[in-house]
């Protein structure tokens, strides 16, 4: 009998892990993940570097060489967390393989603080893929109106890119119809369309908190009945979206150069309600070719599970689309909720950078402060120019095809 993970494979979904730390590489438990069947990918978030680097295990040694070399501090933060991607990478590389490139992704994010410059995002995109150098690798753009040109350009260079915080229908079309346009771009150049994926990430779990609050100010029957209703609506009408996609003749087109179609990807699929199951953005959100990344607790909370329904989507856009026309009945704008959330969401993500810049510059400076470069001494966070490092001895990753930073 198939186990809850293998029934939801069955069904199209690829459950992937939102969290990486080295204590995790190290350790053997992402190994052990993979191993059984459980995950199938990886993604990351400044957020969750912030909080791995900060509680420091595994990176001491990593860090004291960096200091030594003097390297700057925003250099020092892409190398610690190149490491632990590059890693991961290798560890999930025979799942890369066995899926014809779909799975066995890792992702990294670009500097959230530049979103709003489409040129300087790419070119860190092109950079990070550069410096991870592997192909199971995913860039992360956030999905920011002004963000739009850098996945075009990014696709048609042939970066493969998880497009992250996406909150709207209207924002993931717009998304679906940038990684298109790379890939039109890609082929008008001749340049091959294999191997080249793409995910779109759309948030659950924020959606039904900001609305849901919207509601309770509301305190009247109606408001109570469409509580926690949103999110999986929204989720709902933007998988139609995709379906609708796939059956344009433009998508046939492309498809018909070696085009792989961006899959949706449900995000933030933690619940915050205590008042539903810990597994219920995951269960209702099943449908073929979807991706549910999810925190550890739900992935634990959803091994105790024993199936899951094949499909909670395809049939229920009419009951979608009444919970939206009545959610605007009550004057709940969820195009508004939808620009709330993407501004906090960048805010958050640029707040925990900063607090990621801070952690590792204060540890750059206790683990040997000095260093002599040009001819003068200088505090070990200043402008060096070091690019290099040894990786720690614990899971080290291959060496790359460059040959440098691995």
Same mark, same amino acid.
């Given at each position: 009998m198939a186990n809850v993970f293998e029934n939801l494979q069955m069904a199209g979904v690829s459950i992937w892990?939102? $969290?990486?730390? !080295?204590?995790?590489?190290?350790?053997?438990?992402?190994?052990?993940?993979?191993?059984?069947?459980?995950?199938?990918?990886?993604?990351?978030?400044?957020?969750?570097?912030?909080r791995s680097i900060s509680d420091g295990s595994?990176?001491? $040694?990593?860090?004291?060489?960096?200091?030594?070399?003097?390297?700057?501090?925003?250099?020092?933060?892409?190398?610690?967390?190149?490491? $632990?991607?590059?890693?991961?990478?290798?560890?999930? !590389?025979?799942?890369?393989?066995?899926?014809?490139?779909?799975?066995?992704?890792?992702?990294?994010?670009?500097?959230?603080r530049i979103s709003a410059d489409p040129e300087r995002t790419a070119a860190e995109a092109r950079g990070l893929w550069w410096l991870v150098d592997r192909p199971n690798l995913f860039i992360k753009i956030p999905a920011t109106q002004a963000a739009l040109p850098a996945i075009t350009a990014c696709t048609a260079a042939g970066i493969s890119v998880n497009v992250t915080l996406i909150f709207s229908i209207d924002r993931y079309r717009a998304v679906l119809n940038a990684y298109m346009t790379g890939l039109?771009?890609?082929?008008?150049?001749?340049?091959?369309?294999?191997?080249?994926?793409?995910?779109?990430?759309?948030?659950?779990?924020?959606?039904?908190?900001?609305?849901?609050?919207?509601?309770?100010?509301?305190?009247?029957?109606?408001?109570?009945?469409?509580?926690?209703?949103?999110?999986?609506?929204?989720?709902?009408?933007?998988?139609e979206v995709y379906e609708d996609a796939t059956r344009s003749d433009r998508w046939r087109a492309l498809a018909a150069?070696?085009?792989?179609?961006?899959?949706?990807?449900?995000?933030?699929?933690?619940?915050?309600?205590?008042?539903?199951?810990?597994?219920?953005?995951?269960?209702?959100?099943?449908?073929?070719?979807?991706?549910?990344?999810?925190?550890?607790?739900?992935l634990q909370a959803l091994s105790h599970l024993e199936a899951t329904t094949p499909d909670t989507i395809s049939r229920r856009y009419t009951e979608a689309r009444t919970i939206v026309h009545d959610l605007a009945e009550l004057g709940i704008d969820l195009v508004n909720v939808a620009d709330v959330l993407e501004h906090d969401g960048i805010a958050s993500f640029i707040q925990s950078w900063n607090e990621l810049i801070a952690s590792v510059e204060q540890q750059l400076k206790s683990a040997g402060a000095e260093v002599i470069l040009a001819g003068a001494v200088r505090p070990a966070n200043g402008s060096g120019t070091g690019t290099g490092f040894s990786a720690p001895a614990a899971a080290a990753p291959a060496e790359t095809s460059k040959g440098a930073l691995a």
């Open positions: 892990l939102d $969290d990486l730390s !080295r204590a995790r590489i190290a350790s053997g438990d992402l190994r052990q993940s993979v191993k059984s069947g459980q995950v199938v990918g990886i993604t990351t978030n400044p957020t969750i570097f912030a595994g990176y001491n $040694d990593q860090i004291r060489e960096l200091a030594l070399r003097g390297t700057a501090i925003g250099e020092a933060v892409r190398l610690l967390t190149a490491w $632990d991607v590059r890693a991961a990478c290798d560890l999930l !590389r025979p799942l890369f393989d066995q899926s014809g490139t779909k799975d066995g992704r890792v992702s990294i994010e670009v500097d959230p039109e771009q890609r082929t008008a150049s001749r340049e091959e369309l294999t191997g080249i994926e793409s995910v779109a990430s759309f948030f659950i779990s924020r959606v039904d908190t900001e609305v849901d609050q919207r509601l309770a100010k509301l305190a009247n029957a109606k408001a109570k009945e469409l509580h926690g209703q949103a999110a999986l609506a929204n989720a709902r009408l933007a998988y150069e070696g085009g792989s179609m961006q899959r949706l990807l449900w995000a933030s699929t933690g619940v915050k309600d205590k008042a539903f199951a810990a597994t219920r953005y995951v269960t209702e959100l099943v449908a073929p070719n979807t991706v549910n990344t999810m925190p550890e607790a739900t």
